[in-house]
């Protein structure tokens, strides 16, 4: 009997998971504009020497995030926090978000 009620807790767990949808989020976040970027002048100095008519180079960062929410709103939310408590420092970074339905 209590493996059948161990069965009924997966069940009831499974459930109350999958009532939640998947979504993946890119976040891209870049330096501010006015802040040194060497890894960027470094790519666009190689690249200048390698003969590519290059002006300039930024650099970013893609996070690509794999998360469940019961709505997209409440997708974009957590990522947005995400970014303010973590993946961004709004000092020196901006950073672009998109959430879509993960497939």
Known sequence: MR?????????????TFDSHMRYVA???VSLKPGHSDP???TTRDSLKELNY???DVRVS???????EASS?????EQV???CRRLLANPVK?????SVEEAR
């Open 3 to 15: 493996l059948n009620l161990k069965i009924r807790q997966d069940l009831i767990a499974s459930v």
């Open 26 to 28: 890119r976040v891209e």
């Open 39 to 41: 890894e960027g002048e």
């Open 53 to 55: 008519p290059v002006r």
């Open 61 to 67: 960062k893609v996070y690509t995030i794999l998360l």
């Open 72 to 76: 997209i709103k409440e997708a974009e």
């Open 80 to 82: 947005e926090e995400m």
């Open 93 to 97: 970074d901006d950073y672009r978000i």
